[in-house]
């Protein structure tokens, strides 16, 4: 064992003195240029795949990218590249410093910053960044061991990041930060194909994710989820597991853009022209937040043009408080720009899931959505469809697992048909299995969601 | 599935909806990777490129061969039964515009190379981007020792069905016009120029787009194969937009009838984009003031540039078999084209008019190559074939598991070459080739199935979508619909999306067109596996005709 760890080095990412010296390299290299960027990612990312109870694929990469900036007065073009040797980085300088003089220029020209000062990140992780294919395929082993021994079939993936971004400029700004990431999540199937429960985990500590819960509380779902009935698709008492949740309302933050509001051409536009800053647009119950300083939901320090990021709260008690100004839209609207870091948090309240559950007369328990696709921007619409764990609750208790739904629904009438919420918790709610954003939200329940017909897919 | 990243109306703070990267985002490189499709690949291993770059030194010289060499020679050393190695050096370049303005002009460029290798039967895999002699070797052995890690769980051995070996291969794709030699300058003043006529046509935003990829990529394996490839991609796209004059209502109209294509800077010229600006903005105008679908059973009429998706994901998407075989189940999904030996030669897919076929050599096509990322020369095969299921999509791993079905109808256990990664950084698995509906005997246009049609809808382009993970259940919308009474179109229609079960909706398709009226359709970012990663595919399909499919209305008020 110890000649095969020799070869699975841990991450591999530049270290902050190593970002600097390439960064004066790369700027080095301006012959034309008034002002540069340069921007550089580096990092390794290793994954195991498993299915069907064993480990299918893996795999370990690294590499490192400079994004050269340059501009010609209100001019910009970019280059990219990972070839870090002097000739390629002269290479990316003089293609962007080429291509920056072809552009036309730019009626929204934004002068590289001045130098700034940056609080230290919160998202780096030793536990994260030593883990190796060995530590990865004992974690898989923790899931598919107990469900090969219940007759069960696991499948799921581990994705772990460790790696470094730095920005710095022909003014002298220079930042650097390292952060991790991490997700783990299975699906566990019956034999007989009638039974599907998932489970998940995102965080950049991996010392927070805990493999064998994990695939315990996969395997009870599938167990519970057999041969499901169907039901009358129409409106639901639904209690939303955090998972689901943490699905629907990521999409309001992606409809923060202050801009788009503003041209009218987004849910937070205000009929008659202006946005709906001021305005109450869900319960007063909830308030929707980012801050990348917060240890549960961590993100970068700063933007990748060098702005210091810091917390910012959209929706504060169901009314909108501020949305997301590029720099470019903050000068001219007069505001500060956002510069928010990206994760997002929902405040919470006091009702457990059991107390939901036990508090319906009829309803559905909802554990996550899938294949989430926006129909209708006017009202962030979205249609989708419920997935591995969907049950009816009766008089107060789960009764019988049901076929999934689709629903064609948006995530603010949800929140202002809002019935309860619980305690807020990490989750791990991208698509793809990624660790995706940073997002802690709370189980909720809600009246009158909107199913509109019934799936077979188990 | 389709993962789109939106970069128009959510520039600066771009938050990527549907993208792997959850994340506010500014850089033009994460635009450019979002575009091509590339949003899954680590940030750092984006594609792309220079385009003052001489492409030098070429992936095909004898440095790369010898360093190919060190790799395989290394992953035996360590203990590897087989292994490949792929080098590759992506050039890509994006222009994205708004208006009168440029927002983003990035040329990108990476370079780097991937083992995969088996050991005790598992598989292992690692890259890196240094290509040098040392980190070659320490890759490879790197993929076997993962390998080996992996093999500790391992229930079922991998076996690979025979391939014939290439030595020295080489394949392009067949284009007119390098998008590369093409002058900025040019390029701006096309998507500016366009911008114009947009605007002049009623639109009040019109976001437009142009992008290129050159991709060289250099396959070695243990069976005795050297490969090189050159493929281009091109894709020109627009989007208007239209705000009512009282600001209560917006709509857009995007140009999916311009197809990302696998050919040169010639599908831009082809696409006429400042001749066309104008009417796709009166389009977007219109639908302000179309009418509300009424909820009910129609007759869809569907162009070539709208199902395509639908091909995407009810027929291309659940005969992949990975899928049917469970090892997607905890993303992608499974299939309810499974078990394989219960539904082989037996499963009704749908009406005796459906013929559908995999193939990576439709001239123009996006999924066209000389060989797969194993070396293997890809074959046209049947998938559907009147109506009837008769095979699924494999890879060398994957064939193996289907030799009963092929040894019983007489036929060679052999990969259907859809083996592909999307980058070096990323280990190559199966997925979908082109796959297309073949046209009908008949020559029959669009205009003749509108005429066929007593009370209908037609839909032009693609739009919302949405389909379940076992590929039954599934919703589309379009760009343009438009009412049919009595075998003619009678307006425009909005809020119009079906909803469709996949048997049920194949089984009612009862008019095709004839090969005349064939059209290309398809798209980037076609995302599966774990981590994702990002394919492109085209489908090829004629106008259809669907009798009696649920549409419901998606307009709601806030």
Redesign the interface.
């Known amino acids: 064992m110890s000649e095969l760890r020799s070869l699975l080095e841990s991450a591999r990412y530049l270290s902050r003195e190593e970002c600097e010296a390439l960064a004066k390299r790369a700027l080095g290299f301006i012959t034309t240029a008034d002002a540069a960027r340069v921007n550089i990612t580096s990092g390794s990312r290793g994954n195991t795949r498993f299915a069907v109870n064993q480990v299918s694929t893996g795999g370990d990469n690294f590499d490192t990218a400079v994004t050269v900036t340059a501009y010609a007065g209100r001019r910009s073009a970019s280059s990219t590249t990972n070839q870090l040797d002097d000739p390629g980085l002269q290479q990316a300088m003089a293609t962007a410093e080429r291509l920056a003089k072809l552009a036309p220029e730019d009626p929204e020209f934004m002068a590289e910053l001045e130098p700034m000062q940056y609080q230290a990140g919160r998202n780096w992780s030793e536990a994260t960044a030593a883990l190796d294919p060995q530590g990865r395929a004992d974690a898989v082993r923790a899931i598919t061991a107990p469900a090969k021994q219940a007759g069960l079939i696991s499948t799921g993936y581990l994705d772990a990041r460790a790696g470094a971004t730095s920005v710095a400029n022909s003014k002298g700004l220079f930042a650097y930060s390292r952060s991790t990431a991490s997700a783990l999540t299975t699906t566990v199937r019956t034999p007989d194909g009638s039974g599907s429960g998932w489970a998940g985990a995102a965080h950049h500590d991996w010392a927070r994710v805990d493999a064998a819960s994990l695939g315990a509380r996969a395997a009870e779902k599938a167990r519970h989820s057999r041969n499901p009935g169907a039901i009358e698709p129409g409106r639901y008492t639904v209690v939303f597991e955090p998972t689901a949740v943490g699905n629907l309302v990521q999409f309001i933050a992606g409809a923060l853009t202050a801009r788009a509001a503003d041209e009218g051409r987004s849910f937070f536009s205000k009929p008659g022209g202006g946005n709906k800053i001021g305005a109450k647009v869900v319960d007063e119950r909830v308030t929707i937040l980012s801050d990348p300083f917060d240890a549960d939901v961590a993100g970068a320090p700063f933007t990748s043009e060098g702005l210091p990021t810091q917390r910012s709260v959209w929706i504060e008690n169901g009314i909108v408080k501020t949305l997301n100004y590029d720099r470019y839209w903050a000068q001219k609207k007069s505001v500060t720009p956002t510069a928010s870091g990206g994760s997002l948090k929902m405040n919470g309240g006091t009702t457990s899931l059991d107390e939901m559950i036990a508090s319906t007369q009829r309803g559905l328990l909802v554990t996550r959505f899938w294949y989430l696709r926006p129909v209708d921007q006017r009202t962030i619409l979205y249609t989708g469809l419920t997935r591995d764990g969907t049950f009816l609750i009766e008089r107060g208790k789960i009764t019988r697992a049901v076929k999934n739904l689709r629903f064609n629904d948006s995530p603010v009438f949800m929140l202002n048909n809002l019935e309860a919420l619980g305690t807020p918790v990490r989750v791990s709610a991208s698509e793809d299995g990624g660790p995706g954003q940073a997002i802690v939200v709370p189980p909720i329940k809600v009246r009158d969601f909107n199913f509109t017909s019934l799936s077979d897919a188990v | 599935?389709i993962?789109r990243t939106r970069i128009d109306?959510?520039?600066?703070?771009g938050?990527c909806?549907?993208s792997?990267r959850?994340?506010?985002?500014?850089?033009?490189?994460?635009a450019?990777a979002a575009i091509a499709g590339l949003a899954?690949v680590?940030?750092?291993?984006?594609a792309?490129a220079?385009?003052?770059?001489p492409l030098s030194p070429s992936l095909g010289d004898p440095d790369i061969k010898a360093l190919a060499q060190v790799a395989l020679d290394a992953a035996r050393g360590a203990g590897a039964t087989y292994a490949d190695v792929r080098f590759a050096h992506n050039r890509t370049q994006l222009l994205f515009t708004r208006e009168?303005?440029?927002q983003?002009?990035?040329?990108?460029?990476?370079?780097?190379f991937?083992v995969r290798a088996i050991v005790n039967g598992?598989?292992?895999?690692?890259?890196?981007?240094e290509i040098s002699r040392d980190e070659v070797a320490?890759v490879a052995?790197?993929a076997a020792?993962?390998a080996?890690?992996?093999?500790?769980?391992?229930?079922?051995p991998v076996v690979l069905a025979p391939v014939t070996p290439t030595p020295d291969g080489t394949w392009r794709t067949p284009i007119e016009i390098d998008p590369f030699s093409i002058?900025?300058?040019d390029k701006?003043g096309l998507l500016?120029a366009a911008n114009a006529a947009a605007l002049k046509g009623g639109a009040?935003?019109v976001n437009s787009n142009m992008f290129f990829l050159r991709e060289e990529k250099s396959f070695a394996s243990t069976d005795g194969s050297f490969i090189v490839q050159t493929i281009y991609r091109t894709q020109p796209s627009m989007t208007m937009?239209a705000?009512s004059s009282?600001?209560?209502?917006?709509q857009t109209r995007a140009t999916n009838e311009i197809a990302p294509m696998g050919r040169g800077y010639e599908h831009v010229r082809d696409a006429r984009l400042v001749e066309n600006a104008a009417r796709w903005a009166e389009e977007a105008v219109q639908k302000l003031s179309a009418k509300p679908v009424e909820v009910g059973r129609y007759d869809l009429v569907l162009d070539p540039w709208h199902l395509w998706l639908t091909i995407h994901e009810s027929v291309a998407h659940p005969t992949e078999l990975d899928r049917a075989?469970?090892?997607?189940?905890?993303?992608a999904?499974?299939s309810?084209v499974?078990p394989p030996d219960a539904v082989l030669g037996k499963l009704k897919f749908g009406s005796s008019l459906m013929n559908i076929r995999g193939d990576r050599d439709q001239p123009g096509s996006l999924s066209a190559v000389g060989w797969d990322d194993e070396g293997v020369r890809p074959e046209r095969f049947d998938i559907v074939k009147n109506g009837i299921f008769v095979d699924y999509q494999t890879t060398r791993e994957q064939a193996v598991w289907l030799a009963d079905y092929y040894k019983k109808s007489n036929r060679a256990v052999r990969s259907h070459g859809c083996s592909y990664g999307q980058s070096w950084?990323?280990?190559q698995?199966q997925r979908m080739p082109n796959v297309s509906l073949l046209p009908g005997e008949k020559d029959l246009s669009w205009d003749d199935l509108i005429a066929a049609t007593d009370k209908g809808i037609a839909i032009m382009g693609d739009g919302?979508?949405?389909?379940?993970?076992?590929?039954?259940?599934a919703?589309f919308?379009g760009q343009l619909a438009y009412e049919i009474k009595g075998g003619k179109i009678v307006g425009m229609l909005k809020?119009v999306?079906y909803?469709m079960?996949t048997p049920e909706f194949w089984g009612a398709l009862d008019m095709i067109g004839g090969q005349k009226s064939y059209r290309l359709g398809g798209a980037f970012g076609d995302?599966k596996?774990?981590?994702?990663q990002s394919n492109a595919i085209s489908h090829g399909c004629v106008p259809s005709r669907f009798r009696g499919v649920?549409v419901?209305n998606?307009?709601?008020?806030?």
């Open positions: 599935m993962v109306a959510s520039e600066s703070t938050y909806v549907g792997t959850r994340q506010f985002v500014k850089t033009t490189s994460v450019a899954a680590p940030s750092a291993a984006r792309a220079h385009s003052a770059l009168q303005r440029v983003g002009l990035t040329d990108n460029e990476t370079r780097g991937g598992a598989w292992g895999f690692a890259a890196s981007r320490r052995r790197q020792a993962q080996r890690a992996n093999s500790g769980t391992l229930v079922r002058a900025i300058e701006v500016l009040r935003f937009t705000v009282d600001m209560s209502d917006f075989m469970g090892y997607e189940a905890n993303y999904g499974t309810f499974a950084a990323d280990v698995f919302s979508f949405s389909i379940d993970q076992q590929r039954y259940n919703q919308g809020d999306a909803q079960r995302a596996g774990q981590p994702s649920n419901i998606t307009g709601r008020k806030a």
